[in-house]
C-alpha cells in the first residue's frame, strides 16, 4: 500500500467537516512525487488534474483558477515525475519514458481510490497530459469514470507540423522578420526540445504573452502561489527543461488514432478555438474517429491552449454540469 508521507495541513486553510486538505509526497516507481488533496466533502468524486509538458506543473495554475471545483469534485493535483516538486536532478534518466508515466499513474490512481474509498476516478488531461489521460483510460478502463482532454493531443507530429506552419505564416503576415529567421534556422518539425523551445518562444510573442503586461500577471500567480515557493519555481523551470530534453523524441511522435483509437469510458474534449500549440483541427479529427460510450466536444470561443485559464468560470460550470453527474 503507498502511504502519504511528510504530509501536512495544505496550505490555504483545513478542511470544512467532513472535507479533506492534505499535502505530501507519494512515492510513485520509486520516486517520491508531489501531491495534494482537496475538497469539501470526501463524498465528491475524485478529479485527478494531469498537467502538460512533459514537464510542466501547472498546480499554481489550477489553484489560481480552477480552486471552485473543490467544492463540487475532490481534486487531486500532482506534480509528475520529474516536474515540479517532484524534480530532483538525481532522477534516473532512463525513467523518463511514457510507459513509466503510466505505471505512476496507475499507482497513483490506487493510492487515491484507497485513500478516498472510491472505485474510479475522473481524469482531466491538459495538453501532455492529455496523452497521457488517454493512454491511461484506454489501458484501465475499469479505474476512470470519465476522461476530460483540453489541448488534446492525438496524431502529435501532425499537431506539430500545423503548429509551425501557423507560427510561419503569422510571422509572414505580420512581416516580422526576426520571428521568421528564427523559425526558418530550425525548420518544419520534427524538432528536438530545444528547437520546439525555439517554436513556441516564436508562437508567445505572436500571440502576445511575452509583453510586460502579460509576464507580469504571470509573474504574480506564480510568485502568489501558497503552494510554491521562489525555489519551488526554480524547479519548476528546471523540471520543464529536463524532463522535455528527456522524453520530447518519444512524446512527439505519438499518435493516439493508433495507440488508442477506443475509449471504454465517456469522453469530453475543452478546446480553445484559438489553441495554437495543439491545433484543434487535429484535436477535432481524433474527436470523430474515436469510439467512446458518449463523447462530447466543447468549444471554448475565447481561449487558446488553456480554455481551464482562458475561461475558468465557464470550464468550471461545465465540469460541474457537464462531467460531474458521469464522475458520480
Not at 189 to 216: C, V
Not at 279 to 304: I, N
Request: hydrophobic share 45%.
Amino acid at each position: 500500500m503507498i502511504l502519504l508521507v511528510r504530509g501536512r495541513r495544505a496550505p490555504r486553510g483545513a478542511a470544512p467537516p467532513g472535507g479533506i486538505a492534505d499535502i505530501g509526497y507519494l512515492t510513485l516507481g520509486g520516486l517520491q512525487q508531489w501531491v495534494m488533496i482537496r475538497g469539501d466533502s470526501v463524498d465528491n468524486p475524485p478529479l485527478i488534474l494531469l498537467h502538460g509538458g512533459p514537464g510542466f506543473s501547472e498546480t499554481p495554475l489550477f489553484r489560481q483558477f480552477n480552486a471552485p471545483l473543490e467544492r463540487d469534485f475532490t481534486l487531486v493535483y500532482w506534480d509528475q515525475r520529474g516536474s515540479g516538486k517532484s524534480y530532483h536532478p538525481a532522477i534516473p534518466p532512463a525513467s523518463m519514458t511514457v510507459e513509466r508515466c503510466i505505471a505512476d499513474l496507475d499507482e497513483f490512481v490506487d493510492a487515491v481510490r484507497g485513500r478516498l474509498h472510491a472505485e474510479r476516478v475522473t481524469l482531466f488531461g491538459h495538453s501532455w497530459g492529455s496523452a497521457l489521460g488517454v493512454l491511461y483510460a484506454a489501458r484501465f478502463p475499469h479505474k476512470v469514470a470519465a476522461y476530460v482532454g483540453s489541448g488534446q493531443v492525438a496524431d502529435w507530429p501532425a499537431a506539430e507540423a500545423a503548429s509551425y506552419g501557423y507560427a510561419i505564416a503569422e510571422a509572414a503576415r505580420r512581416s516580422d522578420e526576426r520571428t521568421l529567421r528564427a523559425l526558418r534556422e530550425i525548420g518544419p518539425p520534427p524538432h528536438t526540445a530545444r528547437q520546439l523551445w525555439t517554436e513556441r518562444t516564436s508562437l508567445q510573442r505572436l500571440e502576445g504573452n511575452l509583453t510586460p503586461a502579460k509576464l507580469w500577471a504571470m509573474g504574480q500567480i506564480l510568485l502568489g502561489s501558497r503552494e510554491y515557493s521562489l525555489l519551488d519555481l526554480l524547479r519548476l523551470y528546471r523540471g520543464f527543461r529536463s524532463t522535455l530534453d528527456l522524453m520530447w523524441s518519444e512524446v512527439s511522435a505519438l499518435d493516439l488514432n493508433v495507440l488508442a483509437p477506443a475509449l471504454e469510458v465517456p469522453v469530453f474534449f475543452f478546446l480553445g478555438r484559438h489553441d495554437h500549440w495543439v491545433p484543434p483541427e487535429v484535436s477535432v479529427a481524433y474527436f470523430d474517429r474515436l469510439t467512446a460510450p458518449s463523447k462530447q466536444l466543447l468549444w471554448f470561443e475565447a481561449s487558446g491552449h488553456e480554455p481551464f485559464a482562458d475561461e475558468p468560470s465557464k470550464f468550471n460550470a461545465s465540469m460541474v454540469e457537464l462531467v460531474r453527474p458521469l464522475a458520480a
